[in-house]
C-alpha cells in the first residue's frame, strides 16, 4: 500500500487526537464541548505538525536524492519514465532504485575483474607462446654465430629448426592479429553463396599429408552427397573447416578416423566434424574455445598449433550469426558441430 503525507500525517493526528480526548474524559467536570476543543485542536496542531515533518523535512531532501539518482540511472539503464513516477512514497522508490543501481554497478565490478583476471592470464599467456619461438631461434642463431656454422651439416640442420621456429612464431602473431581484428569488428564476413562440400574436399587434400604421417583415414557423409550450398565467408569458412578437421588428426590416435558429417535441415546444413580418438575431458568441455587453452600442455606442444584456432572459429561462427558446440566422451572421440543458413536455389 503507498502512502502519502497528507494520509499519514491525518492517521497519526486521528490518533492523537484520540489519546487526547480519551485521557481527558476521565479527568472530573470535563464537558463535551471542552474535549471537542481539546480533540480539533490536537488534530489540528497534530497534523499540521506531521505533515511539515514528514512532507518538508522529509520527502523533500529524499526526492532531492531520488532526482539525483534518477538521473544516473536513465544513463546507465534502460528504464521508461512512467515507472519512476508510478511510485508515489519517495521512501520506498529511492529503496527500490538504490537496491536495482547497487545490484547493476555490482554486476559491473564482478565483470571489471573477471576481464583483469582474462588480461592478466592473456598477457602471461602470450610471453609465454612468444618466448618459446623466440628463444629457440636465437639459441640456433647463436649456436651458428659462435662457429658451428663451419660444418655444413650442423648449419644446415640448425637454421632449418631457427627457420621452423620462426614460422611458428610467424603463425602465432598472424592468429593474435585475426582474433584481434574479429573481436574489435574489424574483419567483416563477405557472406556469399558457396559449396561447402568443395571447400571440404579442398581442406581434406590440403590435409593429406599429416593424415597419412598419423595414419589417419578421411571420410564424407553421406556417401552419395555432391553439393552443400550455404550463405558464408568462403575465406573463413574454410579456416573454420581446417583448424576443425586439423585438430581431428592431430590429436586422433593413430589409425583413426575424422568424418565430416552434412545433415539438412529446412532452413540450415548442420556440419559435424567427428574423430575417434582419446576425447575430451568433460571438465575441459567449456573452456577449449579461450585463447590458448590447452588441455595437456606438453603433448599439445609436441602436435603444434598456436593454441588459438578454435577461439578463432567462435568468433567466425559468430560472425556468421552461428554457434559452435562440443560433444565428448573419453575413448570415443569428440564431435564439433556448427549450423550455416542453406543458400537460395538459382
Known amino acids: 500500500m503507498s502512502l502519502s503525507p497528507r494520509l499519514i500525517a491525518f ?18 467536570n470535563v464537558t463535551t464541548s471542552m474535549m471537542f476543543v481539546v480533540g480539533a485542536a490536537s488534530f489540528g496542531g497534530s497534523f499540521a505538525l506531521v505533515l511539515y515533518t514528514i512532507e518538508i523535512i522529509v520527502y523533500r531532501e529524499v526526492n532531492k536524492m531520488y532526482r539525483t539518482i534518477r538521473k544516473l540511472k536513465l544513463k546507465d539503464f534502460d528504464i521508461s519514465r512512467k515507472s519512476l513516477v508510478r511510485e508515489n512514497n519517495p521512501l520506498k522508490r529511492l529503496n527500490d532504485e538504490i ?18 583476471q582474462f588480461r592478466r592470464e592473456f598477457l602471461a599467456d602470450v610471453s609465454h607462446e612468444l618466448k618459446t619461438p623466440i628463444f629457440a631461434a636465437q639459441g640456433f642463431l647463436h649456436t651458428l654465430i659462435d662457429g658451428a656454422k663451419d660444418d655444413e651439416k650442423v648449419r644446415d ?7 621452423k621456429s620462426l614460422d611458428g612464431l610467424d603463425a602465432l602473431v598472424k592468429d593474435l592479429v585475426t582474433l584481434s581484428q574479429m573481436e574489435t569488428g574489424a574483419i567483416k564476413m563477405n557472406i ?12 581434406l587434400d590440403r590435409l593429406e599429408k599429416i593424415a597419412h604421417d598419423r595414419k589417419v583415414s578421411f571420410k ?3 556417401d552419395n552427397l555432391t553439393e552443400v550450398w550455404v550463405n558464408a565467408d568462403a575465406q573463413r569458412i574454410e579456416q573454420v ?3 576443425l578437421i586439423e585438430n581431428a588428426v592431430r590429436y586422433n590416435k593413430e589409425g583413426g578416423k575424422v568424418i565430416v ?14 574423430d575417434n580418438g582419446p576425447g575430451i575431458p568433460a571438465e575441459h568441455l567449456n573452456r577449449i574455445f579461450e585463447r590458448f587453452y590447452r588441455i595437456e ?21 559468430n560472425g556468421h550469426g552461428s554457434k559452435i558446440a562440443v560433444m565428448s566422451k573419453l575413448g570415443k572421440g569428440a564431435t564439433f558441430t556448427f549450423k550455416l543458413d542453406k543458400a537460395e536455389e538459382v
Not at 157 to 163: S, V
Not at 297 to 317: C, F
Open 11 to 28: 492517521i497519526l493526528s486521528v490518533l492523537i487526537a484520540a489519546i487526547s480526548t480519551t485521557f481527558l474524559a476521565f479527568v472530573p
Open 157 to 163: 640442420r640448425f637454421l632449418k629448426k631457427a627457420a
Open 220 to 222: 564424407v557423409k553421406p
Open 99 to 116: 537496491f536495482v543501481y547497487v545490484v547493476k554497478k555490482q554486476k559491473e565490478i564482478e565483470e571489471l575483474k573477471k576481464l583483469e
Open 261 to 274: 558429417h552434412f545433415n539438412e535441415e529446412k532452413k540450415h546444413h548442420v556440419i559435424s566434424v567427428r
Open 192 to 203: 556469399e553463396r558457396i559449396d561447402l562440400r568443395l571447400v571440404v574436399d579442398e581442406v
Open 297 to 317: 600442455k606438453s603433448r599439445s606442444k609436441e602436435r603444434g598449433g598456436t593454441g588459438l584456432g578454435l577461439a578463432i572459429v567462435k568468433h567466425i561462427l
Open 241 to 243: 573447416m581446417v583448424n
